[in-house]
Nanobody
């Protein structure tokens, strides 16, 4: 495996919740911080959250209080629990190192929030 593999996306109504998962290559995961990123149609990819090996997390302002990042170090997997979803959260979500240093991106997982 050379790329992260994201899953868990889907279509939900505003106010709904989703839990995303991402399994990363060992070389990426063990290096330290992992992050969640997203790219909405017509926009640049943006950072969403960062989680460090011991579980400390940081969030973009739009994610603070609604999203929670976590990780399972034994499984090289990071998670993103997203609550109170809004239409503007619609995007393809990716995981990668944080800070990003140029590793390959996975295919991402689509999140669509619409009524």
């Amino acid at each position: 495996q050379v790329q992260p593999v994201e899953s868990g996306g889907g279509s939900v109504q505003p106010g709904g919740s989703l839990r995303l998962s991402c399994t990363a290559p060992q070389s990426m995961f063990s290096a330290g911080g992992m992050g969640w990123y997203r790219q909405a149609p017509g926009k640049s990819r943006e950072w969403v959250a960062r989680i460090y090996p011991r579980g400390e997390a940081m969030y973009a302002d739009f994610a603070e209080g609604r999203f929670t990042a976590s990780r399972d170090n034994a499984k090289n997997t990071v998670f993103l629990q997203m609550n109170s979803l809004k239409p503007e959260d619609t995007a393809v979500y990716y995981c990668n190192r944080a800070p990003y240093i140029g590793d390959s991106w996975g295919q991402g997982t689509q999140v669509t929030v619409s009524s």
